[in-house]
């Protein structure tokens, strides 16, 4: 709370301003690429290490975006926890319904441990939110879109391309092509869980690669050869998967691209789609 003094009419008034109190809405915490939820609307499981999305009241003021790597733990008067360990922040988005981009902490389990449950606290201007419940898995796979969370996969051809349809170009913002069966080519994901080497949150490294677990990648339903899993140089967070589209992979302008972890035990949304000729 702030007191201030205001000159009116000769008269001393204080003004006393309150600091509203950021809250995250029930199940608020959704995977950065994929806004996965669950059957009853809330957010499903994210994974150790993923780039986030938190949605809530209150949760900034000032639009603010990282603007070097690596990410800073304060961003815009903002900070997150999970299981009260700092989170890299990427954006803070201010509205009627608040949104922070950030990255959970690859050390948020237990050594050992691979799934949870931890509480998330955003801490705007020195006011703390209520903890709010996440489940926590090593990897929960979500594909990168436009737009996101339902639209086609952010999947690159040979030549620099978005394959989607050519007609797409103008909605997507992107140059935009099918892509031949056997073609290489490669897509962003968030959520596929530790590295090897580690690579801090919030980090990136041009030097090495940092391999995930291999996952699984589903064309069409159809395995697809996978030729890397790992960080994206370039992106704090998000994970690159180099990738054979299967030669009998299905056709068509709305062709299923997934990932599903390599336990098997999370699949990503059948809402991502690529174009296939």
Sequence with gaps: MKLRNILLLGLAVTVVTVAQTPVVVDGGVLNGASFAKQADGLGAP????SLVSIFGTNLATTLAAADSVP????????????GGKPAAMRNVIPGSLSQLNVQIPFDVLPSGQSSGTVNVVVTVNGVPSAPKPVSILTAAPGVFSIPAGAGYGVLITNDGKIAAPTSASASIGFPTRPIARGETCFFYAAGLGPLTPPLKEGAVDLTALHNAVLPTVLVGGITAPVAFAGAAPQFPGVYQLNITIPQNAPTGDSVTLQVRSADGSVTSSTSVVIAVN
């Design 71 to 82: 990410f800073s733990t304060s961003l815009g008067g903002v900070s997150v926890s999970f």
């Design 46 to 49: 994210v994974a150790m290490g």
